[in-house]
């Protein structure tokens, strides 16, 4: 098998030695399965306004608006799959001995992948939450925004992810700080690395001597000090770095 230049010898190295690799995923990953990414030319953000849809004050404002943009989102992940990205993602989790994986996003499309350890840290779309009681729905209500779907307490029903200007789930923060502090390889794929407290991982990783590498299209507030940058679509760099494990592995 041909040896794959895109990958450093230490970065293949630590793939060999980390007990612990961690891979930190952001809206660039489903990119290439037809999920639009927040921020860039055609980002979300560009289009409409954070402020009128993902926060709370938005929700109790207009709900409906809000279950609008959100049935929208929903209505596009039943169209579209998981991409080799994802796929090779899986791949590193079977292959590694020990492999955690970290999104921001709420699509759910590591998991549909089948990605086993998947920490969420901005919730996920498909679920919902009583905007009253904190109640969680694990199976997605399809609605068309006419009729808000309501809790058994009577609350409102929205969407359980994360909004501007709330608080991530503690555990779930926790989980993924006690990551970040304890591997040795670090991977931030697909993420602008603009949203705090995600964009803080990688430097926790890096302060406990974690090799840090970027894949992703374009340049990020991390570029510039990282071990390794790897420029390109993550569902055509993640792939290729699946084959060089099987190398490793064979040689
Ligand atoms: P962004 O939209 O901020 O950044 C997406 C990144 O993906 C950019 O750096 C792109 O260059 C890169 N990218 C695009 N296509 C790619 C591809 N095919 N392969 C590799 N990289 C690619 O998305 P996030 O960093 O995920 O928060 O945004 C963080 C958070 O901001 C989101 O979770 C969301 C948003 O507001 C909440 O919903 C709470």
Request: net charge neutral; hydrophobic share 40%.
């Amino acid at each position: 098998m041909k040896k794959n230049t895109l990958f450093s010898e230490q970065l293949i190295q630590r793939l060999k030695e980390a007990h612990l690799v961690v891979a930190l995923t952001g809206a660039g990953v489903s990119a290439e399965s037809g999920v639009p990414t927040f921020r860039g030319a055609d980002g979300l953000w560009k289009q409409f306004r954070a402020e009128e849809l993902a926060t709370p004050q938005a929700f109790v404002k207009n709900p409906q608006l809000v279950w609008e943009w959100y049935n929208y989102r929903r209505n596009l992940l039943k169209k579209i799959d998981p991409n080799p990205g994802h796929y090779a993602l899986v791949e590193l989790e079977k292959a590694l001995a020990s492999f955690h994986l970290i999104t921001q996003n709420v699509d759910g499309l590591h998991t549909r992948a089948g990605s086993g350890k998947v920490v969420e840290l901005h919730g996920n779309i498909l679920r919902n939450k009583c905007f009253n009681c904190q109640k969680i729905y694990f199976e997605p209500e399809y609605n068309d925004s006419s009729t808000l779907p309501k809790c058994s307490c009577g609350g409102l029903l929205r969407p359980n992810v994360v909004w501007f200007g709330e608080m991530l789930d503690q555990e779930i923060l926790d989980r993924a700080y006690r990551l970040s502090e304890e591997c040795q390889l670090f991977f931030s794929i697909g993420t602008s690395s603009l949203v705090y407290p995600a964009a803080e991982l990688p430097y926790i990783a890096k302060r406990n001597k974690a090799y840090i590498v970027e894949i992703n299209l374009e340049k990020t507030e991390i570029s510039g000090w990282v071990n390794e940058r790897i420029a390109g679509k993550s569902g055509e760099i993640l792939p290729q770095l699946v084959e060089s494990l099987k190398c490793i592995r064979m040689n």
